[in-house]
Structures are given as structure tokens and as C-alpha cells.
């Protein structure tokens, strides 16, 4: 029901570099609703191993065009910082300091220091970079 409200949608819209993003999202979501679904469409018979890799395969590609979109697929959902929890996805484009300051609130990071710390990285990270 979804897939098919999301193909009537985009098709009902008007040609233009928007209706282009979102029929390679449609189609995004379709392969990978069916890759998440994976064991129902084999255990039936519905796709082969090879469907599958070609589907694997498609997959890719799909997330490699939309790449370039990616950013502004996000941005028009209006997600606060927030709700989108991602150091690269911050309103205010100040990368490597959320980067940082996550890195630094990581559970990772508070039990095990890493060989070469002291010697190579702790004044680093103590500068004004």
C-alpha cells in the first residue's frame, strides 16, 4: 500500500529535478524494503539468489545517486539537531567541533586509552585547533 502510494505520487508530478530525486528515492525504498524482507521473498520463491545480487546491487547504486541529494532530502524534513542525532548533520555546519565533541561524549572513549596516545595525540586534542 505505501510502495503503491509512493509510485501514484511522485508519478502524478510534474517533470523537474525534484520528481527525479524523489523516483530514485521510491525506488531506494522499494529495493530496500524488499532486502529487508529478504527471507519471505526467497522462502517463497519469489526471487532467485541471482535477483538477489542483482537487487544487492541496485541497492547501491540507488544510495550512490542520492548522495549528492542527501543533505537536502534531510534538511526538508526540518529534523532539529535533536531528532537528527548526527554530528555531521548539525544546523549550524560546524562539523569538526560536533565531530569532535561527540567523540568526546562517546562511551568508546572513556574506558580504554589507545596505544600511542600520550605520544602522538593528547596535546593535539588539548590545542586550539
Not at 73 to 89: K, M, N, P, T
Request: aromatic letters at 8%; proline letters at 3%.
Amino acid at each position: 500500500m505505501i510502495v503503491e502510494n509512493f509510485i501514484n505520487a511522485v508519478a502524478e508530478l510534474p517533470a523537474s529535478p525534484a520528481k527525479s530525486v524523489l523516483e530514485t528515492l521510491r525506488n531506494l525504498y522499494v529495493v530496500s524494503t524488499i532486502l529487508k524482507q529478504l527471507g519471505e521473498f526467497t522462502e517463497d520463491g519469489f526471487l532467485s539468489k541471482q535477483q538477489v545480487a542483482v537487487l544487492r546491487k541496485l541497492n547501491a547504486e540507488l544510495l550512490a545517486a542520492l548522495r549528492p541529494n542527501a543533505v537536502a532530502i534531510v534538511d526538508a524534513w526540518a529534523l532539529s539537531d535533536y531528532e537528527l542525532q548526527s554530528a555531521l548533520g548539525q544546523h549550524d555546519g560546524d562539523v569538526y567541533n560536533a565531530l569532535f565533541n561527540a567523540a568526546q561524549k562517546s562511551e568508546l572513549n572513556k574506558t580504554h586509552i589507545g596505544p600511542g596516545y600520550e605520544a602522538y595525540l593528547k596535546h593535539r586534542f588539548q590545542s586550539n585547533l
